[in-house]
């Protein structure tokens, strides 16, 4: 087998530090993960992660750039293949889309969750750089079918915790999911019976033909 180039070994590296970084951080909060502790995991010495990274607020600011440009991506590849179906459907399926990638990635909600315990520089470069423009346009989405008639005109701040709440709290507490109903959360079939149950909750329910 060849050997790798040079950059690849290098665009590796990164890629394997950023998933350790992007563990430890959202189980341990930015505090309480060391970057020793993310160069252990990863498998490279101190020093490489330093050549990469040059402190851990880079380091931290660069997963979560990750993190979100993949959220990001998926969320839009789902929407570009519903050209043309009613807006309805297409809050359904985000939505749905939105439920299944928080279970296989409940890192993102995990981060979210430590960074919101107290207001800091990092919690505000946060919303403003990748929570707002999501939380704007799914409010739009949400704003177009209130005004069609196909969903009751709920407060944007309620909604939107209601779609975050509903649709990955219960991956973000996975553990404490397993323990107290014996489920695990992460099942194929716990996922799809939960996404169908929150787009009923929160598309279906609430829609103009509700009683």
């Not at 107290?118 to 929570?131: F, M, Q």
């Amino acid at each position: 087998m060849p050997a790798l180039a040079p950059r690849q070994v290098s665009v590796d590296t990164r890629r394997t530090i950023l998933d350790a970084a992007l563990e430890l951080f959202s189980e341990r909060s930015f505090d309480g993960a060391s970057t020793r502790a993310i160069a252990e995991l990863a498998g490279v010495t101190q020093p490489l992660l330093n050549y990469h990274f040059a402190g851990k607020e880079e380091l931290w600011r660069a997963t979560v750039d990750d993190l979100f440009e993949r959220f990001r991506s998926s969320m839009q590849a789902r929407f570009s293949g519903l050209r043309g179906v009613d807006d309805v459907t297409i809050a359904k399926l985000m939505v749905r889309h939105f439920v299944e990638f928080s279970a296989a990635n409940p890192q993102l909600h995990r981060i979210l969750m430590q960074e919101s315990k107290r207001a800091s520089s990092r919690l505000d470069w946060l919303v403003e750089t990748h929570v707002r423009p999501l939380y704007e346009n799914a409010i739009a989405m949400f704003d177009r079918l209130a005004t069609s008639g196909d969903l009751a005109p709920i407060p944007p701040a309620h909604l939107y915790y209601l779609v975050t709440g509903a649709g990955a709290s219960v991956f973000v507490m996975a553990p404490e999911c397993q323990r107290l109903t014996g489920v695990d959360p992460f099942a194929p079939e716990f996922v799809a019976a939960h996404a169908d149950l929150v787009v009923d909750l929160l598309i279906r329910a609430t829609t103009k033909e509700s009683p």
